[in-house]
Each structure stands twice: as C-alpha cells, then as structure tokens.
C-alpha cells in the first residue's frame, strides 16, 4: 500500500502543491469544468477528512466554509470544523445555526470497503442517500451539490433520486481518479428546495 502510495504521480503532486490528499485535483477538475461555485458562496463538506478537498474551497470562495467528518482531522484556516455525523439531528442544528445560508454542498465521502463488490456499493449508495437527505434539509433552494458515488447497478437508482431534487443532474468521471476506479460523481445544480414534492403520478413517470 505505502509502495503504490509513493509511486502515485498526482499524490507526489499533491504533497509538493500543499495539499493533504490527491483528492485535490478532482475538485480542482470538476469545478473548472462544471463551475458550482461563485465566490460569495457558503459551502459545507461532507466526509472531509483529511481536509484537501476543504482547501481547495478556501482558495475557491470567500464565503463560509464547513467541513464535517466522523474523525479529527488537523484545522484549516478559514475553515469551520464539527466533528460528528452528518446524519446526527444535532450536526444539523449546528450547521443551521452556524450557516443560516448554505449555497453549495459537497461531498467526496466513500464507506470502507469490503471488497465484495455488491455489498460495497449498496453501502455507497447508502450513504449517498444520507447526504442527499442532508442537502435537503439545509441546502437553500437553487443550490448545488456535487457527490462522489461509484458506477455499479444501483448507480441509476442513486442519479435518479438527485434528479428529482435538482433541475439539472449530470454524472462525471475525473482524470484525477485511479486507473480503474469506479467512483463517479454526481454534479447536480438548482436544488428545487425542501417544500418542493412530486405527486405519486409524477414520481412514477420520473422514476
């Protein structure tokens, strides 16, 4: 694992730039090609440990910024830490209270894997789940989100939810990822808003 590490070109990179992870460059890529974020905004990052992709925010926005993750992880400047889940109704009074205005959520959040591969994904989506019922619940409306998930036979169950919670929904691979991987993610802008609900028949003709 440490050999594969060494070896990795975008890891030296990273390491070299200042930056806590490879993880960097994926934001970096995607935010260039799909631009989410204007320079006023407030964003939270969900599963931010160790916090890279928290950096590329700071140098992106001016606005807010707040990253949540199960584990500690050493701050970042500008940068406001919870320690916790961001399942727990009581992280999520905390962001209410410490961002009234939450314009942009991101997540490169991944479950520890198994290695069986059906069951990993199942649990992927799981928590893709978890933090698209977040977004619902702070994300103001015609917000952005952009979410790691993993290409698999539940990744249409997953991009068809976010789809009937934003206007536009788009899936997209980045350079930056291993060879071989199949993490994709989820750029999905103008959240409709919390209210907003689909009728029985509605939701049968989306799905």
């Known amino acids: 694992m440490g050999s594969q590490w ?3 070109k975008v890891y030296i990179k990273a390491m070299r730039e200042g930056y806590r992870s490879r993880a960097a460059y994926k934001l970096k890529e995607i935010i260039s090609k799909h631009p989410v974020l204007w320079e006023s905004d407030n964003v939270i990052d969900l599963g931010c440990a160790p916090g890279s992709w928290l950096q590329v925010l700071r140098e992106s926005v001016s606005g807010d910024i707040i990253g949540i993750d199960l584990n500690y ?3 970042i400047e500008g940068v406001t830490t919870i320690i916790g889940s961001f399942t727990d109704p009581v992280v999520i009074a905390n962001v209410r209270e410490k961002m009234p205005v939450v314009n942009v959520i991101v997540s490169d ?3 520890k894997l198994s290695g069986h591969k059906s069951y990993d ?3 992927a989506i799981g ?3 978890d933090a698209l019922s977040f977004a619902i619940e702070v994300l103001k409306p015609s917000g952005n989100m952009i979410m790691k998930s993993f290409e698999g036979e539940d990744f249409p169950f997953i991009f ?3 789809q009937k919670h934003f206007f536009s929904v788009k899936a997209y691979k980045t350079k930056a990822s ?3 991987s199949t993490e994709i993610y989820i750029i999905a802008k103008k959240f409709k808003g919390k209210e907003f609900k689909l009728d029985d028949e509605e939701q049968e003709e989306e799905w």
Do not use: H
Request: charged share 35%; glycine share 4%.
């Open 160 to 162: 068809k939810k976010m």
């Open 127 to 129: 928590l893709n789940e």
């Open 6 to 8: 060494t070896k990795d």
């Open 73 to 75: 992880f050493p701050p």
């Open 121 to 123: 994904q199942a649990v």
């Open 178 to 180: 291993r060879k071989g």
């Open 109 to 111: 959040a991944s479950p």
